[in-house]
Antibody, heavy 118, light 107 residues
Framework: EVQLVETGGGLIQPGGSLRLSCAAS????????MSWVRQAPGKGLEWVSV???????YYADSVKGRFTTSRDNSENTLYLQMNSLRAEDTAVYYC????????????WGKGTTVIVSS | DIQMTQSPSSLSASVGDRVTITCRAS??????LNWYQQKPGRAPNLLIY???SLQSGVPSRFSGSGSGTEFSLTIISLLPEDFATYYC?????????FGQGTKLEIK
């Protein structure tokens, strides 16, 4: 069974840093296009980033320069390093697998909640 | 960046009804358009990819159409479990933006 499990969310003060992890099973992170999508409370879905099999990464303008997506192939885990956090980064963060070529998301994690507040 | 606009933002319907949700892209995205369903407190679930391809396991009462800039999701014979929020997403170029969502409520 393919599964993505996010961890690392929590309460953090503005300006702080947090690293989210996404442990994959049933698929290899290195062999797939892996994305992060977030959802602020009561709001819609916001695409955050994608990490291609090649290692190339792309980010939404709202997080560019502050967030970094990476992977550990030996741990089969995707990461989202979030720095200089702002109140508007408060959201549920979903890890997701995007299908190569069409880039639609067919596997989602359950999400982890990040709250940025003093 | 490509902007995605859904309409309506909310929709009231009854069990058994047929509903259509529209999604418009700010520029042509061919058929790189996907539809997701999300229920409260749950992760989204893929319904349609490539504008009209039904994801495995999704009931055939869901269908998608369109190309270029205009797309639609149609649900025939609504069931109680279909009342949820629906999102379109373009996957033509990064950022792979989502529409703002359409909340389908029971009338």
């Amino acid at each position: 069974e393919v599964q993505l499990v996010e961890t690392g969310g929590g309460l953090i003060q503005p300006g702080g840093s947090l690293r989210l992890s996404c442990a994959a099973s049933g698929l290899t992170v290195s062999g797939n296009y892996m994305s992060w999508v977030r959802q602020a409370p009561g709001k819609g879905l916001e695409w955050v980033s994608v990490l291609y099999r090649s290692g190339a990464t792309y980010y939404a303008d709202s997080v560019k320069g502050r967030f970094t997506t990476s992977r550990d192939n030996s741990e089969n885990t995707l990461y989202l390093q979030m720095n200089s956090l702002r109140a508007e980064d408060t959201a549920v963060y979903y890890c997701a697998r995007s299908v190569e070529g069409r880039y639609y998301v067919d596997v989602w994690g359950k999400g982890t909640t990040v709250i940025v507040s003093s | 960046d490509i902007q995605m606009t859904q309409s309506p933002s909310s929709l009231s319907a009854s069990v058994g009804d047929r509903v259509t949700i529209t999604c418009r892209a700010s520029q042509s995205i061919s058929t790189y358009l996907n539809w997701y369903q999300q229920k409260p407190g749950r992760a989204p679930n893929l319904l349609i990819y490539g504008a009209s391809s039904l994801q495995s396991g999704v009931p055939s009462r869901f269908s998608g159409s369109g190309s270029g800039t205009e797309f639609s999701l149609t649900i025939i014979s609504l069931l109680p479990e279909d009342f949820a929020t629906y999102y379109c997403q373009e996957s033509y170029s990064t950022p792979h933006n989502f529409g703002q969502g359409t909340k389908l409520e029971i009338k």
